[in-house]
């Protein structure tokens, strides 16, 4: 209820005009917004746990069927012919397969936000991403720039996840030696926006919004390798810290891979 008062010269009210608004219906639907907001967020949580314990289960058989082809291996060695040893060398490929997709569908499910925000320095972040790469840097003879980048607040090892598979990506997509890649950084006025900007391959326009889903790889393993989770999980890392994931690309010419952390 509204009450709007009159006054008279002596500042004493003779008059008041009442506005009066039935606000159940509102209430109600408030109410039942608020109970579905919480209804998804528990469907979340479980369907999170769901994925950690189904792929951390998974490990546990996946390691036996490993170890048992090998001891037959072992065990057989003088026995087998060569479609034998050929039999047995596919089943090892497709165990160490499905452990490479196991271990990148942990690292997603454990993008959540029940880690803690601090403040993480980028410049000193992207040194050490670049030691751990270093190995692959130097088979391929690339150039890794970057500009001076900021501390941000964020989850480390989720950010670590996220350069580290577009930086990984840039080198793995190359089309030209020496391949390059730059890590850019603008300041806007709430949020900073990364780019890591390659001269490779480059994406075809009908792929780009297609290649942030679980599983979705643009190539036959043959060609490359990867296991197609690597941009999922940088689209999760970011939605996670409140910003958005993009690219931009021109076939034999590069891509850039742009994403924003609010400050
Ligand atoms: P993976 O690298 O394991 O295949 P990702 O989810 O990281 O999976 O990438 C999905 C697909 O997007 C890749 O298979 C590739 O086709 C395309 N892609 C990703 N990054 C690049 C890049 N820098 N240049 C060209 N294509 C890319």
Same mark, same amino acid.
């Not at 290649?211 to 190539?219: C, D, G, P, T």
């Given at each position: 209820t509204t009450i709007i008062p009159f006054l008279d010269e002596n500042g004493s009210s003779y008059r008041y005009v009442a506005i009066r608004t039935e606000v159940t219906a509102h209430k109600k639907l408030e109410a039942k917004m608020e109970d579905q907001v919480a209804e998804l967020a528990r469907s979340n949580d479980e369907l999170e746990q769901f994925a950690y314990v189904v792929t951390h289960d998974l490990q546990e058989p996946l390691r036996a069927i490993t170890s048992f082809v090998q001891l037959l291996k072992k065990y057989c060695n003088d026995r087998l012919d060569e479609r034998a040893n050929d039999l047995i060398a596919h089943a090892v490929a497709g165990a160490n397969r499905m452990q490479m997709l196991i271990d990148d569908l942990l690292t997603y499910a454990q993008v959540n936000s029940s880690q803690a925000m601090i403040e993480v320095n980028c410049g000193q972040l992207l040194s050490n991403i670049l030691i751990d790469l270093s190995i692959v840097i130097d088979e391929c003879e690339a150039t890794v720039t970057h500009d001076k980048l900021p501390v941000v607040k964020g989850i480390p090892f989720q950010l670590i996840q996220l350069f580290t598979n577009l930086i990984n990506n840039a080198l793995k997509f190359? /089309? *030209?030696?020496?391949p390059k890649v730059h890590v850019g950084v603008k300041e806007n006025l709430d949020e900073w926006v990364f780019a890591i900007t390659d001269n490779g391959i480059g994406i075809e326009e009908q792929y780009l919004d297609r290649? $942030? /889903? *679980? $599983?979705? /790889?643009?190539?036959s393993r043959k060609d490359y390798s990867g296991t197609g989770i690597g941009l999922a999980i940088c689209k999760k890392v970011v939605e996670h810290h409140g910003g958005r994931i993009w690219v931009e690309s021109e076939p034999n010419v590069g891509s850039s891979f742009y994403f924003s952390i609010p400050k």
């Open positions: 190359k /089309r *030209v030696y020496p290649i $942030f /889903r *679980v $599983f979705q /790889r643009l190539h």
